[in-house]
């Protein structure tokens, strides 16, 4: 009975270290074909915490990243970008979707999820091709990062009440830098600002006219954001169309050739709640620009 037991054991012990040595990633679970995971999570971790699930919003921050040449080569980073990711969690479109991955986190886990990088791009992404970067049954690693789970109804009273305390933060704001910077000049209807810093002697622009001008952009709080300066590159568009956001198709139609303006645009005709890039919802914009060219002006 010993000797069957001891061979029972051997025979499991065998078998184990069979199977840990013929793993495809050490130290990685298989969740289904092609995706493989590993969770890191808190040891005192409650057991109210949220767990993801279909139609949640989910809120992460994630990095893919593939290794080429036995190094990391990062394709994304949502850490670089400033922003997390915000998506629904949706049903997997194939076996070994990387979504299939994400309904196995909780709020607040890291993980390391391992997919198949063609799926991932063809499927996925739905490219018509693997990018030339891409070689053929490689893999793309995910290090995800959950910050918040809520459902659809939870994250749109979150977002409201977000988007109605930046809004009262952007008047507040303006107000201080007006006085801070003891500007004098009134805004028009719109909310424009516009102070005149060289009066330009050129022709002035209309609705239609293409237009050249220098510029830089920051926040209200002093940082840039955009500058056509930095890359020695003037911008050019068609003035009054909407190339533009409001605030600044109005200002160009204040302006003549040579001029140079000071303008502070309210988020209201600027981009609003939506934000863009590195600008957030509710950001009051300040400009300098310079009307260099109208290359149709009669």
């Not at 169309?241 to 502070?264: F, L, R, S, T, Y």
């Amino acid at each position: 009975m010993k000797k069957v037991l001891f061979k029972s054991l051997l025979l499991l012990m065998v078998t184990s270290v069979i199977l840990t040595s013929c793993s495809k990633h050490r130290g990685f679970k298989k969740l289904e074909k092609g995706l493989y995971y590993k969770i890191y999570e808190s040891k005192n971790k409650p057991t109210t915490i949220k767990k993801a699930k279909i139609g949640d919003i989910l809120t992460l921050d994630i990095v893919y990243r593939i290794i080429k040449n036995k190094k990391d080569s990062v394709l994304f980073s949502s850490y670089k970008m400033g922003n997390p990711m915000v998506i629904e969690l949706m049903k997997p479109e194939y076996k070994g979707d990387i979504i299939r991955g994400f309904a196995e986190l909780c709020e607040g886990d890291s993980a390391t999820f391992i997919a198949n990088a063609d799926s991932f791009f063809l499927k996925s992404a739905q490219m018509k091709q693997l990018p030339d970067f891409i070689k053929k049954g490689s893999e793309i690693y995910f290090d995800v990062k959950l910050r918040k789970v809520q459902s659809k109804t939870e994250y749109q009273t979150a977002k409201e009440a977000e988007m109605k305390k930046l809004e009262g933060e952007e008047n507040k704001k303006l107000d201080e830098y007006i006085s801070k910077n003891n500007i004098k000049e009134k805004p028009t209807k719109s909310g424009l600002i516009y102070i005149e810093l060289k009066k330009g002697n050129g022709a002035k622009a209309k609705m239609n006219d293409k237009v050249k001008i220098n510029y830089t952009g920051y926040l209200i709080d002093g940082k840039k954001f955009d500058s056509s300066y930095d890359r020695n590159q003037p911008f050019d568009f068609t003035a009054g169309i909407g190339n533009v956001v409001p605030g600044m198709d109005e200002a160009i139609n204040m302006m003549q050739v040579g001029g140079k303006a000071k303008i502070i645009i309210p988020s209201k005709i600027a981009y609003g709640a939506r934000g863009a890039g590195p600008i957030p919802p509710f950001s009051t914009l300040i400009f300098e620009i310079e009307l260099l060219e109208i290359s149709n002006a009669k």
